[in-house]
C-alpha cells in the first residue's frame, strides 16, 4: 500500500498562487487513480481534482480553469497547482489516492489559507 506525505500549503494573498505536493512511498502511483480533496471548518470534504488511471482529469466547478493537478511518475508525487487563489478556497488540502479495490489512502493533510 502506499503512504502519502503532502508539503507546500500555507498562507497566500488573494489572487495568489500555492503548489501542493504530495509524495507517494511505499508504492507506485500509477496503480492508483490520485486526486486532491479538501475541507474547510463546517464543510464536508469535496473532490477538488483527479487524474484517472488513465489518466483522465477532473475537476470540481468552483475551481475549474484555477487549479491544475499533474503527476511526475519518476519522482512518484503529484501536484495540485493552485492559482488566482479566493476567499472561498481555504481549507486542509489532501491528497488521495484509491486503488482497484476502491480503498483509499490520504495524505496527513496540508493548511491553505487565503488572506490580505
Known amino acids: 500500500q502506499v503512504q502519502l506525505v503532502e508539503s507546500g500549503g500555507g498562507l497566500v494573498q488573494p489572487g495568489g498562487s500555492l503548489r501542493l505536493s504530495c509524495t507517494g512511498n511505499?508504492?507506485?502511483?500509477?496503480?492508483?487513480?490520485i486526486g486532491w480533496f479538501r475541507e474547510a471548518p463546517g464543510n464536508e470534504r469535496e473532490l477538488v481534482a483527479i487524474?484517472?488511471?488513465?489518466?483522465?482529469?477532473d475537476y470540481a466547478a468552483s475551481v475549474k480553469g484555477r487549479f491544475a493537478i499533474s503527476k511526475d511518475n519518476a519522482k512518484n508525487m503529484m501536484f495540485l497547482q493552485m492559482d488566482s487563489l479566493k476567499p472561498a478556497d481555504p481549507a486542509v488540502y489532501s491528497c488521495?489516492?484509491?486503488?482497484?479495490?476502491?480503498?483509499?489512502?490520504w495524505g496527513q493533510g496540508t493548511q491553505v489559507l487565503v488572506s490580505s
Open positions: 488521495n489516492a484509491r486503488n482497484f479495490l476502491q480503498a483509499d489512502f
Open positions: 511505499g508504492s507506485s502511483l500509477d496503480y492508483y487513480a
Open positions: 487524474i484517472s488511471t488513465r489518466g483522465t482529469t
